[in-house]
């Protein structure tokens, strides 16, 4: 079976590098918040081009930490997508601010631009981007549109590390970007972890202190945190996987390429090619299809696994169903929701796995 991840066959020379970071960390004996996450928050913040570097416990976390850093809670409205994690939502709700979901352009998944200036109001004060699929498109497109509306540009940037536009790199050109390190995202840890990017020396200051319960000095608590700490191991540990980065992403990439070139059926659909080289890490290779349920049981059937990402937008989940939203409607959500097919494309794969997932993808509906 090619399965949508396979984290057993990753090099033996990453895994004993990791096991190498973490008997580090267990023989230092300082677990939380210590030198291995200092570490890491610097060579992220690098790699993101970003001043600083903020590591939390998740990437929901990152996203709320950076909202109630900025001020944005209750009263306040940003503008994002259904098409995403709920945790994109969830975050915002639990930073006490409003959602408002703007629809896609079906042709890349990512968020409309007339859709979102519908859904402008006296009371945005951000855009959250999604870069959803490892895309990011036109972010110096989107920075002059916020600038223009008066509204800050935040990037969720969970599904999308090392992605650039015009070399600014996920993350850089928004006042934050939200980083999550779950196990699956193409910087995985190996359990829960995330991180705020920013070159806001004030918003960093802030969400250190927030994620720490509120603790500005030891023992004195400014303002009401939460308790969203990254651990030493996990710090460790991303560290190491982060040295293999810049390769799996290259390899994902020469996948997708791949997939590209030999995916051949009318049934089928691609999503649009990257805009420019490097501006999609190909987190997940999304293909289209009125049929799912067929082309699911086909490739399994064929050794291919395949997933939904997400076959529920957020509105039609039962905790968000009274969302605000574009006065038209969210209807190129909808459809992407219940056509869309998350086929295999991670680095441990082969040329030859890549080819039989095209074959299982170009035989189907065949008589
Ligand atoms: C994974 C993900 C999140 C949430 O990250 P966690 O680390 O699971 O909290 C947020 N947004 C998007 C787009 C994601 O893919």
Redesign the pocket.
């Known amino acids: 079976m090619i399965a949508l991840n396979d984290f057993k066959a990753e090099p033996a020379a990453l895994r004993d590098a990791e096991l190498q970071a973490v008997e580090r960390v267990l023989r230092s004996g300082w677990y939380v918040l210590g030198p291995e996450v200092a570490a890491f928050e610097a060579g992220w913040a690098a790699a993101c081009g970003t001043a600083h570097a903020v590591g939390v416990a998740?990437?929901?976390?990152?996203?709320e930490i950076g909202l109630r850093a900025l001020g944005i809670g209750a009263g306040d409205e940003v503008i994002t997508t259904g098409m995403?994690?709920v945790?994109?939502v969830l975050?915002i709700r639990r930073a006490g601010a409003t959602p408002v979901l703007a629809d896609i352009d079906p042709a890349t998944a990512l968020l409309d631009r007339a859709s979102v200036q519908r859904c402008l109001g006296p009371r945005t004060k951000a855009l959250l981007l999604?870069?959803?699929y490892g895309q990011v498109r036109d972010l110096d497109g989107w920075d002059a549109w916020a600038r223009d509306a008066g509204v800050l540009l935040l990037e969720?940037c969970?599904?999308a590390h090392l992605a650039a536009w015009n070399g600014r790199p996920a993350g850089s050109v928004g006042r934050f970007g939200?980083c999550?390190?779950?196990p699956t995202?193409n910087l995985g840890a190996i359990g829960?972890?995330?991180a705020i990017v920013t070159g806001d020396a004030d918003l960093a200051e802030r969400a250190r202190v927030l994620r720490n319960y509120g603790q500005s000095t030891r023992y004195v608590h400014t303002v009401e945190g939460l308790n969203s700490r990254l651990d030493e191991i996990q710090a460790a540990l991303l560290q190491v996987r982060q040295r293999w980065l810049a390769e799996f992403t290259l390899r994902r990439q020469a996948i997708a390429a791949r997939y590209r070139a030999g995916i051949r059926n009318p049934r089928v659909g691609l999503l649009a090619a990257p805009a420019q080289p490097g501006s999609h890490v190909h987190h997940l290779f999304v293909v289209t299809t009125p049929g799912r349920e067929a082309l699911m049981a086909h490739l399994q059937a064929h050794g291919v696994q395949s997933l939904i990402h997400y076959p529920v937008p957020v509105h039609q989940q039962v905790p968000y169903a009274s969302l605000a939203r574009d006065p038209q409607g969210l209807s190129a959500t909808e459809r992407h929701a219940a056509t869309c097919l998350s086929i295999p494309c991670h680095p441990q794969m082969a040329d030859a796995d890549a080819d039989r997932v095209i074959d299982a993808l170009n035989r189907y509906g065949e008589h």
Do not use: E
């Open positions: 998740n990437g929901m976390d990152a996203i995403t994690a945790a994109t975050a999604v870069h959803l969720d969970a599904q939200a999550s390190f779950y995202k829960d972890a995330g």
